[in-house]
């Protein structure tokens, strides 16, 4: 149901953009959210959006830096990293969840994750 692309190899204080298509919203699923993962951690909440409200929060690590958008004709939700620190190296996912949520476990559904590497 959701596939995340746009990883990729980045210089320190460069930008990228994630996206996140959503095949199938079910009814349930007014939630989409963007989490990273480095070996040995949990997994992280990034930033998240309600679907039909497009009411957004993010992390303390993503604030001035990272937003979240979505775009409801494409089905699609995006993640524009700017100012990306080494620090932000990890794979990203994309979640889809009934309500708001900043732990993994809350998750209905990921995507497949993409790499992110910002090199310094």
């Known amino acids: 149901q959701l596939q995340a692309f746009g990883g990729g190899l980045v210089q320190a204080g460069g930008s990228l953009r994630l996206s996140c298509a959503v095949s199938?919203?079910?009814?349930?699923?007014?939630?989409m959210s963007w989490f990273r993962q480095t070996p040995g951690k949990e997994r992280e909440f990034v930033a998240g959006i309600r679907w039909r409200e497009g009411t957004k929060r993010c992390s303390d690590s993503a604030k001035g830096r990272f937003t979240i958008s979505r775009v409801s004709a494409e089905n699609a939700v995006y993640l524009q990293m700017d100012n990306l620190k080494p620090e932000d190296t990890a794979v990203y996912y994309c979640a889809s969840s009934a309500g708001a949520i900043v732990l993994a476990a809350g998750a209905r559904a990921w995507g497949q994750g993409t790499q992110v590497t910002v090199s310094s």
């Open positions: 199938r919203l079910t009814t349930s699923d007014n939630f």
